[in-house]
């Protein structure tokens, strides 16, 4: 299995922040890899797919980056509404999850 | 609009069974692969199957191999997990999720609300 390495965990970071979330594959998974967010008794959302394309309807400041092991997740500018817990997913082989970032309000 | 719908989660004792339904509606059933990915108590998301859109190209998480059996009706637009041998581990909300491009490798773009499943004695 292909395992995701997510950080942080946690995050804690004010209204107008920018920030990132990493997240490293053990192997070369070339563009495989999804963004979600999942708010709290909510099912997730995909946010980003193969790695930087946006998905229909969400907003412009969430935007994705990388290849091969190495991604990465940006709000450009952090909003209240975006308080939750954020995954990414590879698929170049059976499915894998990385561990969860929760992302908090300072 | 695409959607999803979860049912058959329940409380079962472990060694217990258990068959979860998602019915879907809103796209083409058939041409869609179809996933289920679950969420222990607390925990991260974890993959569990998928099936192709004909029925054939069926995958398991190592953790529930042997004991799980995912299909589908596509006459009924209908997603199934048949779970057997529960184990205390398998604790979750269960989500049924569509692929974005119908593909078996690809994003999930469309979920259902989740059912829970507690196996407990």
């Known amino acids: 299995d292909i395992q995701m390495t997510q950080s942080p965990s946690s995050l804690s970071a004010s209204v107008g922040d920018r920030v990132t979330i990493t997240c490293q594959a053990s192997q070369d998974i070339s563009n495989y890899l999804n963004w979600y967010q999942q708010k709290p008794g909510k099912a997730p959302k995909l946010l980003i797919y193969?790695?930087?394309n946006l998905e229909t309807g969400v907003p412009s400041r969430f935007s994705g980056s990388g290849s091969g092991t190495d991604f990465t997740f940006t709000i450009s500018s952090l909003q209240p509404e975006d308080i939750a817990t954020y995954y990414c997913q590879q698929y170049d082989n059976l499915p894998t999850f990385g561990q969860g970032t929760r992302l908090e309000i300072k | 609009e695409d959607q999803l719908l979860e049912s058959g989660g329940g409380l079962v004792q472990p060694g217990g069974s258990l068959r979860l339904s998602c019915a879907a509606s809103g796209f083409t059933f058939s041409s869609y692969a179809m996933n289920w990915v679950r969420q222990a108590p607390g925990k991260g998301l974890e993959w569990v199957s998928a099936i192709g859109g004909r029925g054939t190209g069926i995958y398991y998480a190592d953790s529930v191999k042997g004991r799980f059996t995912i299909s589908r009706d596509n006459s009924k637009n209908t997603l199934y997990l048949q779970m057997n041998s529960l184990r205390v581990e398998d604790t979750a909300v269960y989500y049924c999720?569509?692929?974005?491009?119908?593909?078996?490798?690809?994003?999930?773009?469309?979920w259902g609300q989740g059912t829970m499943v507690t196996v407990s004695s």
């Open positions: 193969d790695a930087s």
């Open positions: 999720a569509k692929p974005r491009g119908g593909y078996l490798h690809d994003a999930f773009d469309i």
